[in-house]
């Protein structure tokens, strides 16, 4: 397998679960803003802090749009320089399934399509304007069938471990920093009633599709300790932390097995073993505290590995 398909393959998995998760947090915070006690601010301000996008959302909007839920949600959905934003990912989406049209199965390469003639439609537009929760599901049903599809319909060989390794890596970074930015944020808020902290951390859960799963593993009481340690380190929840750097291990021992020496990929190896070890390491004697640190160390050492990859395995730097 060339260089070239596997990194247009790497980011294509990057894209479609960016897209997903772009649109899943924007439609959790239309319900929080109307359900929780939060002001504005505390409500759409982490949406662009998780999306690495404050300084550049400062820049061509003010500090004070931060607070302006229509700002938010149209720079995350349709600003053009936002790189990071649902119609860029889309569009980027679809130019790296075009880009490996010959790797792809049909049913995957006409969902990505589909969807990029969608949002650029007429039709899309006054979706978001009439129906903003179901132009959001919308996206999020698409890109979960794109997810689906990518298991059933193809080959389970380089191509597809290359697409998952970007799909569990961004998952790893997107569920590190949407748990970062929220429970700083929640944990802010000065004597909030209990029911109103507790839809709160359940709103953190739906962000990352885990409220279902954590209500079996928790029948009690809901608190900030038990989300953040469901998020780090289930590793039952496909969407947690550890999962996801479980996962991507097996993923890249798929493209280049432990044994195989001679073949480039040592330093991805030893840094994603090194993380995974790492994050278990921490479960014990973990305090609230530390969680900040912990998640920075996280979204920086999957930055880093995903670097490692695009020079060693795909060319790239």
Wanted: proline share 3%; hydrophobic share 40%; glycine share 6%.
């Amino acid at each position: 397998m060339i260089s070239r398909v596997a990194d247009h393959c790497f980011w294509f998995g990057r894209y479609l679960e960016r897209t997903e998760s772009t649109a899943r947090m924007l439609l959790v915070t239309q319900n929080l803003a109307l359900d929780g006690e939060l002001s504005a601010r505390q409500c759409w301000r982490p949406l662009i802090i998780v999306s690495g996008e404050e300084r550049s959302f400062v820049s061509s909007h003010g500090s004070d749009a931060m607070a302006d839920a229509e700002a938010v949600q149209g720079y995350l959905t349709w600003d053009e320089e936002n790189y990071s934003g649902i119609k860029r990912s889309i569009e980027f989406l679809r130019e790296n399934a075009r880009s490996i049209r010959e790797v792809i199965s049909l049913e995957v390469w006409e969902v990505a399509n589909e969807l990029h003639l969608w949002i650029n439609s007429p039709a899309a537009a006054a979706e978001y304007r009439n129906h903003r929760y179901g132009f959001f599901r919308h996206i999020r049903f698409v890109s979960q069938l794109c997810l689906g599809l990518l298991r059933s319909t193809m080959l389970h060989d380089a191509p597809l471990n290359f697409i998952w390794l970007g799909v569990l890596l961004e998952r790893v970074g997107q569920t590190a920093r949407t748990l970062d930015v929220h429970h700083h944020a929640f944990t802010e808020i000065e004597e909030a009633h209990q029911v109103v902290e507790t839809s709160l951390w359940l709103s953190l859960l739906r962000s990352c599709s885990g409220f279902e799963p954590f209500m079996k593993r928790h029948q009690g009481s809901v608190t900030g300790e038990a989300v953040a340690s469901f998020l780090i380190f289930e590793p039952r929840f496909p969407r947690s932390i550890r999962y996801g750097l479980h996962a991507a291990l097996w993923r890249f021992h798929e493209i280049r097995p432990p044994a195989e020496h001679a073949l480039p990929g040592a330093g991805t190896e030893e840094r994603l073993k090194e993380l995974e070890h790492w994050l278990r390491a921490q479960k014990a004697g973990l305090k609230p505290a530390g969680i900040h640190d912990l998640l920075t160390h996280v979204v920086d050492e999957t930055a880093g590995i995903c670097n490692v990859i695009r020079k060693e395995l795909l060319g790239v730097g």
